[in-house]
């Protein structure tokens, strides 16, 4: 296992992060998975034997849930492995249990800390942005959290460029801790945060955390041209994330990654994730998985090294159309590239 400092910081992070989504199985998270806390510990184990060190949670997954098998998962391994969750989303009816107010952010961690059985979260990061609260107010209530010991690195996820900036803008202005991390959706299927987000990671030092790397099963290799979906496939009908704009495209890049696959005699979900391992700014996969066969296979990524001719052929049939202004700088300013520009332009 290759380990990779998690931005500017000085922590280092696995390739490969736990996911835990599946974990509880609670209300509309029942389609996802519902992993009980004995095939938790044994996921949990399976990850430590691998040298996965970082587990991803959030509050929101199974209502809670999922961070309280994380922490009965986790009580073997507390000496081995950092903990993340997130806060945003809403956890009741009440108005004030959502957002990234200061009232919602400390009672979320306190929340979280009772939940997941431990003195301090070690990556906390908001769950999504809220265009309500000011980011002073949001900014200034995670410095004081990391100050009193409850939390030790914040990060981001699911934000706009701007999003981003604004914030570390504030958190420079009020001398705020600033956000080391962001965890986002990038896949060989759905390629949008190569115009921005990693743009933004590279100039800024924010390492990435990437969510459902194999598109929520999309780049399994269960999916196949003129062959019927699985059963249990959540996918290309009523479940949105990511969406498919055009399923033949899709199929045009699962039959390269499985060319791909066979070179090495791996899965296509491998190839998918190791993949995203070569991309700059990417620190490491938030994977997860009903089954401890599934997760081994994920986890088996991280030792897939692919060469640049297999890396050239999964970028040119992935790729999208460049868009504005991105288009025209590609045309016109190729010679003044930075770093972050040549990640896309370059």
């Known amino acids: 296992m290759e380990y990779r400092t998690l931005g500017r910081s000085g922590l280092k992070v696995s390739t490969m992060t736990m996911g835990t989504m599946t974990f509880g199985g609670k209300g509309g998270f029942s389609k996802l998975g519902a992993t009980d806390v004995e095939g938790a510990t044994r996921q949990i184990d399976l990850c430590v034997d691998h040298g996965v060190n970082l587990v991803d949670t959030a509050d929101m997954y199974s209502a809670g849930v999922s961070e309280e098998i994380v922490g009965q998962a986790t009580k073997n391994h507390r000496d081995d492995l950092l903990i993340a969750t997130k806060c945003r989303f809403p956890m009741s009816d009440d108005p004030n249990d959502a957002g990234a107010s200061r009232q919602h952010i400390v009672a979320s961690v306190e929340n979280s800390l009772r939940r997941l059985d431990v003195q301090h979260i070690d990556l906390f990061q908001l769950h999504g942005w809220d265009?309500?609260?000011?980011?002073?107010?949001?900014?200034?209530?995670?410095?004081?959290?990391?100050?009193?010991?409850?939390?030790?690195?914040?990060?981001?996820?699911?934000?706009?460029?701007?999003?981003?900036?604004?914030?570390?803008?504030?958190?420079?202005?009020?001398?705020?801790?600033?956000?080391?991390?962001?965890?986002?959706?990038?896949?060989?299927?759905?390629?949008?945060?190569?115009?921005?987000?990693?743009?933004?990671?590279?100039?800024?030092?924010?390492?990435?955390?990437?969510?459902?790397?194999?598109?929520?099963?999309?780049l399994s290799g269960k999916f196949r041209r003129g062959q019927d979906d699985p059963e249990t496939s959540r996918h290309l009908g009523e479940w949105s994330e990511p969406p498919v704009h055009d399923r033949e495209r899709l199929y045009d890049i699962i039959e390269v990654a499985a060319e791909v696959g066979d070179a090495h005699g791996v899965s296509v979900a491998q190839v998918a994730n190791a993949w995203l391992l070569r991309k700059p700014a990417v620190t490491s996969l938030v994977v997860g998985a009903r089954t401890e066969e599934q997760l081994a296979d994920n986890l088996a990524a991280a030792e897939l090294a692919l060469t640049d001719d297999e890396v050239a052929r999964l970028d040119e049939v992935s790729a999208t159309p460049l868009l504005y202004p991105y288009w025209h700088q590609k045309n016109t300013i190729t010679d003044r590239l930075s770093p972050a520009d040549a990640s896309l332009l370059g």
Not at 155 to 173: D, F, P, T
Not at 177 to 193: D, G, K, N, P, W
Request: aromatic fraction near 8%; proline fraction near 3%.
């Open 131 to 218: 265009g309500v609260t000011p980011l002073e107010e949001t900014l200034e209530a995670l410095d004081t959290l990391v100050s009193k010991g409850k939390i030790r690195y914040i990060g981001c996820s699911n934000y706009s460029a701007w999003h981003i900036m604004k914030a570390l803008a504030v958190s420079e202005r009020g001398e705020f801790q600033r956000f080391v991390s962001q965890q986002i959706h990038y896949t060989l299927q759905a390629r949008e945060a190569e115009n921005e987000l990693v743009p933004v990671s590279i100039d800024q030092g924010l390492g990435i955390l990437v969510w459902s790397p194999i598109a929520g099963g999309l």
